[in-house]
């Protein structure tokens, strides 16, 4: 049972538009959210997160939105360059509602993004 | 600064052969966690130690097997190497206080087993 899905394994965008990726979870106890940005032969790299009491989060050309009545997230970059081209990964997090000493996180499986010059 | 460091970056081994990979962390974190990527899955909780002496299993720990005696090392054995371990592994630690849930990965190593 995947709680964290995202549903497009990969996206193009032309160079200068909005790269919008999104993320759907299913388990309610989910209270913080996390993109991932991973380069080939990298590890993944933190990007940007957002807390289940916010329904935005914005850094430089980066931002999260949080819909929690959908349980949906997405992640928009505006405008996209050739660099980001990478996989994304969502990631979720219980740990405010399981209480101290949960610190796991549950991935999506990634959706690879390629910005075209 | 500080960093996250896997070792070896590359292994080939063979079927039936125990192998352990290294991860070490310069954070000072008290939570390190160990996953496999694999395509069409993502990434994989495999073993996760929120400190020293504890450890505890993630979804995929079959054949897996870690051990914390101190804060920087959290090493990944596998005790009898299967070509379905054949898989690219990830570190990652976290620490405490505000930023918890964040993760911070290692570059990764990329285990065949023949």
């Known amino acids: 049972d995947q709680q964290v899905k995202q549903n497009s394994p990969s996206l193009s965008v032309q160079e200068g538009r909005i790269s919008i990726l999104n993320c759907d979870y299913t388990n309610s106890m989910f209270d913080y959210f996390l993109w991932y940005k991973k380069y080939p032969a990298e590890g993944p790299t933190f990007l940007i997160s957002?807390?289940?009491?916010?329904d935005k989060n914005e850094d430089g050309r980066f931002t999260v939105f949080l819909n929690k009545s959908a349980k949906h997230l997405s992640l928009h970059i505006v405008p996209s360059q050739p660099g980001d081209s990478a996989v994304y990964f969502c990631a979720a997090s219980a740990r405010l509602n399981s209480g101290a000493g949960s610190y796991q996180l549950t991935f999506g499986k990634g959706t690879k993004l390629s910005v075209i010059p | 600064d500080a960093e996250i460091t896997q070792s070896p970056r590359h292994k080939i081994t063979e079927t039936g052969r125990q192998v352990t990979l290294a991860c070490h962390q310069t954070w000072n974190h008290n939570n390190m966690f160990w996953y496999r990527q694999d395509l069409g899955h993502g990434l994989r909780l495999i073993h996760y130690s929120y400190g020293v002496q504890d450890t505890n299993k993630g979804e995929v720990s079959d054949g897996y097997s870690v051990s914390r005696s101190n804060t920087e090392d959290l090493p990944l054995t596998l005790e009898s190497a299967a070509s379905s371990q054949t898989s690219v592994y990830f570190c990652a630690s976290s620490g405490q206080g505000i930023n918890t849930d964040t993760q911070y990965f290692g570059p990764g190593t990329r285990l065949t087993v023949l």
């Open positions: 957002i807390s289940s009491i916010k």
